[in-house]
DNA sequence: AAGGTAGGCAACCGCCACACG
DNA sequence: TCGTGTGGCGGTTGCCTACCT
């Protein structure tokens, strides 16, 4: 839809926002900025673990998951909102390719970025723009394997350790020494923002499997 | 001006994996 | 080894808002 330039303000739901039963008296629904406030004091406080406790402790009838969305995808520190640039698309859809919807691995890539963020603009924007570009060639890409997310991951699992053993065979490593950690391959923790070469290179990889197969 | 509709996004739900006793 | 608790993740829901008729 059309771009929205100012962000709505965190208004109590109607019917979300009370509580659930009068058995578990868990707050449900949009957070109010007392609430907000309150939380960021508490984790400031003891850390953003074990939020069961922190849920507790900020005297807010919210589950600690909640708590901990509301942190993940809101309250956090150095957390960049709207304006996607036309690199951070790129990126997404590069990494949608390789990964398929492993949001959270996704997000690691994109700084500032959360999963629920990028899963949400990948479902509003992105999810469209391929549709259309799948029309538009008459090929049917990858993408349309997504119907059944269970499939398309294990293809997308396959698809990250093909990479690995091939790159273990280039070296000449023994198949049974593999110990390989998708989740570890994917930790961009030491590596600068916004870094094409590697996805290039696995891009590339990919076009290659594809070309076998 | 009012009602309808589609899109955006925050938040919830359910499942799974892991840690711990 | 098993059971339980907790956190993490992806899918889905439903409210809000801008635009259309």
Redesign the pocket.
């Known amino acids: 839809?059309?771009?929205?330039?100012?962000?709505?303000?965190?208004?109590?739901?109607?019917?979300?926002n009370n509580v659930?039963s009068k058995k578990e008296l868990?707050?449900?629904?949009?957070?109010t900025s007392e609430e907000d406030q309150k939380l960021a004091e508490v984790i400031e406080i003891h850390g953003?673990?074990?939020?069961?406790?922190?849920a507790a402790k900020a005297g807010l009838n919210?589950?600690?998951?909640?708590c901990?969305?509301?942190w993940?995808?809101?309250l956090r520190p150095n957390i960049k909102?709207?304006n996607i640039s036309d690199q951070e698309e790129d990126l997404i859809l590069r990494l949608h390719k390789l990964?398929?919807?492993?949001?959270?691995?996704?997000?690691?890539r994109l700084p500032g970025r959360?999963?629920?963020?990028i899963?949400?603009?990948w479902?509003?924007?992105l999810s469209?723009k391929m549709k259309q570009k799948e029309k538009q060639s008459g090929v049917a890409t990858r993408e349309g394997c997504?119907i059944n997310?269970q499939q398309?991951?294990v293809e997308e699992k396959a698809n990250v350790e093909r990479m690995s053993e091939e790159e273990n065979t280039s070296k000449g490593v023994d198949d049974s020494e593999i110990n390989f950690d998708v989740?570890e391959f994917f930790d961009f923790s030491n590596e600068s923002p916004l870094n094409f070469e590697w996805v290039t290179k696995f891009l590339e990889m990919d076009q290659g499997w594809s070309d076998i197969l």
């Open positions: 839809m059309r771009e929205r330039s100012i962000k709505r303000e965190v208004k109590p739901m109607k019917a979300m659930s868990v707050n449900k629904g949009a957070w953003a673990k074990r939020w069961k406790i922190i919210r589950c600690g998951k909640s901990r969305l509301r993940l995808n809101y909102r709207g990964l398929g919807n492993r949001w959270s691995l996704i997000a690691g959360t999963d629920n963020e899963k949400n603009y479902n509003s924007h469209k997504n997310g398309n991951r989740d």
